[in-house]
């Protein structure tokens, strides 16, 4: 099974990805977690893009999300074969963030080839609360992390969602505004119906 998370940054993508996996893997599932931008050649040069130690123009910048998600697309679906995969990102973060600057049809074309994920669950956080969180925890602050950004890409996965479910995606909302433990809960149980 393939299971995304997806949200604005500081909503708790990585700590409840993680959680989830340790809760599959207790029930005896075999888990592969993983992450976009990945750890490979392209995400490594996104993450000095995203450190604003390289500029470059958002398209491109779009395409190389697009790249790397490609080369990842082979290891998921290889792990796919007896794991359960769940991915910190995916390309509806390449729709939310990108279409700040870039068509969204474009950016849906060039994501057009990827494997549709079973289910996205994406973590509803209040932009406020993302920062306080971002701001508290990190050492170095990145290019879409202030709150009027924050506050954009926000409202753009709320709009690419509903029009994403119309079309057949499998895409869950939860809050995140409450603890890690109480978040977790909640997509334990929206997973309820996969996990026997
Ligand atoms: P993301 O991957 O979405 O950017 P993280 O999982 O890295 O977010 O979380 C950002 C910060 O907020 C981390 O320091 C994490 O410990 C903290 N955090 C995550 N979830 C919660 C929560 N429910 N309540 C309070 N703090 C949280
Ligand atoms: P993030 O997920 O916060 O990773 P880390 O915890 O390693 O900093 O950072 C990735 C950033 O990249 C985040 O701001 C979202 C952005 N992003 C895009 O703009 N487009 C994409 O296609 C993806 C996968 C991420």
Do not use: W
Request: aromatic share 10%; proline share 2%.
């Amino acid at each position: 099974m393939f299971i995304v998370f997806e949200g604005i940054d500081g909503s708790g993508l990585t700590t409840q990805s993680k959680i989830l996996g340790k809760y599959l893997e207790k029930r005896g599932k075999k888990v592969f977690l993983t992450k976009e931008p990945t750890e490979n050649l392209i995400g490594k040069i996104i993450r000095k893009i995203l450190k604003g130690q390289r500029k470059l123009n958002q398209e491109t910048l779009a395409l190389l999300f697009a790249a790397d998600r490609s080369m990842h697309m082979d290891i998921i679906k290889e792990r796919l074969k007896d794991s359960f995969v769940i991915c910190d990102r995916y390309y509806f973060s390449n729709y939310a963030y990108q279409m700040l600057d870039v068509e969204i049809e474009y950016l849906i074309q060039i994501n057009s080839r990827f494997l549709k994920p079973d289910l996205t669950i994406f973590l509803n956080v209040p932009p406020e609360v993302c920062k306080k969180r971002i701001d508290e925890n990190r050492e170095h602050i990145e290019i879409f992390e202030t709150l009027e950004t924050l506050e954009r890409i926000k409202k753009n996965y709320l709009e690419i969602m509903e029009r994403f479910r119309r079309e057949g995606f499998n895409i869950a909302e939860i809050d995140g505004n409450r603890s890690i433990e109480e978040t977790h809960e909640a997509v334990v149980k929206c997973l309820e119906k996969y996990i026997k």
